[in-house]
């Protein structure tokens, strides 16, 4: 599994999936029929079938690494994204900036 605490702000990586924390909430809002349900698990899926590979762009005081993604959202229009990088299995190391 990647450890998100080795990358540095410019590091590329490859989001190849979902969150399983992101997919529970999506299931918990389309359960309650919640406004924008699943909106961060739709989000991701966008960012892997538009532009999976994405730049660090901060760490935060926490020691969060954080990335931005620019997709194209439902209706088409243009949306920006500021995501956590998770210490999971979703996403890989691609490169230095």
């Known amino acids: 599994m990647p450890d998100s605490t080795t990358l ?13 924390a ?3 909430q999506r ?3 389309i ?7 699943g909106w961060t698990a739709d989000s991701i899926e966008r960012i892997i079938q538009q532009t999976p590979i994405v730049q660090i762009s901060r760490i ?11 997709v194209t959202g439902s209706d ?3 949306e920006e994204h500021s995501l956590i990088v998770y210490d999971d ?3 890989e190391y691609v490169g230095s900036g």
């Open 60 to 70: 935060d005081e926490y020691g969060c690494v954080w990335y931005d993604a620019t």
């Open 27 to 29: 299931e918990r809002e």
């Open 22 to 24: 992101d997919l529970q």
């Open 89 to 91: 299995d979703t996403w």
């Open 31 to 37: 359960q309650t029929n919640a406004e924008m349900a």
């Open 8 to 20: 540095k702000i410019g590091d590329r990586i490859r989001i190849t999936g979902v969150p399983i």
């Open 76 to 78: 088409g229009r243009e």
